[in-house]
């Protein structure tokens, strides 16, 4: 299919490079456009294969994926690349180091470098690819799979969070249902809180660093993100930042002019506690498929701040923080979401919009701007 997103695969394994090989040619919208071993192969067959997203293993001989990603840089290929390494938490940093030179997002293999059960992230990995290229070829003016064509090829592809994305955006014409009526006023802003997941990182590097450093209001994002990587996370975004910003950890004061991030795997809820308020993290279930769950936290600044939040949610697949950013604006609190043309999975924000529940929808190129007016306005 002509409109189909290609992909090099750059891993040092054989048996690697078939298995992703395999979970991309299994996938409608996807074709693999060639494979390499190491980064200086995944050099020499760019000019020739002209992929629209990159697989990188950060791990291989003769040219790792940080070499690669500073040659990438020198030669000035834009084409996005998306991080799936084995390296843990104790590796963090360098996936970290991936992002600041240019990757747009990482998948961890779920068991080594030879992880023979890399089908438990597919889902996670194939929304990434289909994500960024498709926006890599939307900004090359080429057609991409649309929605109504989206026909799994597997029988247990069918049920996948993929299947379900495809099917929700071909369903019906985005129309918001009426917004929710509102118990009380706007108030002057005192916490924004964040949601987001697939293209976060790249979207947050954009926005954190427009940010005015005036800014005296708290933020608190959910970023979904596995155990161990938020903390170097935030310290990357704290490099590029004019505001502070940190991983959360349980008991810190909401301070104003301080970002706090989600840690992996842990819910962030916010609380008041006499004048002030404080940050909780608990191991309590996934929420709407997730820990940490933007509807956790979007559901307790609302109980927190009542009409004085501005709620958020950007790119990211699935429907997490839909629902409960609802709550923020019933409280009179105000909303935005990342419309879907700067989205790289148009999900999340998506579900809110036709909820009722976003009050404005905002480009990613705009939404530190507005996010800064919308504050200050408000004081």
């Not at 919208?29 to 293993?57: C, H, S, T, W, Y």
């Not at 976060?200 to 926005?207: I, K, T």
Request: aromatic letters at 4%.
């Amino acid at each position: 299919m002509a409109d189909e997103i290609s992909v090099l695969v750059v891993d040092d394994s054989a048996l690697m490079r078939n298995l992703i090989s395999r979970m991309i040619e299994d996938t409608p919208g996807l074709v693999v456009a060639e494979k390499a071993m190491n980064g200086n192969f995944a050099l020499q067959k760019i000019p020739r294969v002209e992929p629209d997203v990159i697989v990188l293993d950060l791990e291989m001989p003769e040219m790792n994926g940080i070499e690669f990603l500073k040659e990438r840089r020198k030669r000035d290929i834009n084409i996005p690349v998306v991080i799936l390494s084995s390296i843990a938490a104790k590796g963090a940093e360098i996936t970290m180091e991936a992002l600041s030179l240019g990757a747009s997002d990482f998948v961890q293999k779920p068991s080594g470098s030879i992880s023979e059960d890399i089908h438990v992230v597919k889902d996670t990995l194939v929304a990434k690819l289909l994500g960024y290229g498709g926006a890599y070829r939307k900004s090359l003016g080429k057609k991409v799979l649309a929605p109504s064509e989206y026909q799994p090829k597997t029988p247990a592809a069918k049920n996948s969070d993929i299947a379900v994305h495809f099917k929700l955006a071909a369903e019906a014409p985005i129309a918001p249902a009426p917004p929710p009526n509102q118990i009380r006023k706007p108030g002057n802003t005192e916490i924004i809180a964040i949601g987001i997941s697939t293209g976060g990182p790249d979207a947050l590097r954009l926005v954190f660093s427009n940010l005015d450093k005036d800014l005296k209001i708290p933020i608190v994002v959910v970023q979904h993100m596995p155990a161990g990587f938020t903390n170097e996370f935030a310290k990357s975004l704290d490099r590029i930042c004019p505001l502070s910003v940190k991983e959360a950890e349980d008991g810190d004061v909401i301070m104003p002019g301080r970002i706090l991030i989600a840690q992996g795997n842990k819910h962030l809820e916010v609380e008041k506690k006499g004048t002030g308020a404080v940050a909780r993290l608990s191991d309590t279930p996934q929420v709407s498929g997730h820990r940490p769950s933007a509807d956790v936290l979007f559901a307790s600044v609302a109980m927190a701040y009542s009409n004085r939040v501005l709620g958020v949610i950007m790119t990211g697949m699935g429907r997490d923080g839909a629902q409960h950013l609802g709550t923020i604006y019933k409280e009179g609190g105000m909303t935005l979401g990342q419309d879907e043309a700067s989205a790289v999975v148009y999900g999340m924000p998506r579900v809110a919009y036709e909820l009722g529940h976003v009050m404005e929808q905002v480009s990613l190129e705009k939404m530190a701007r507005r996010i800064c007016d919308v504050a200050k306005a408000s004081r």
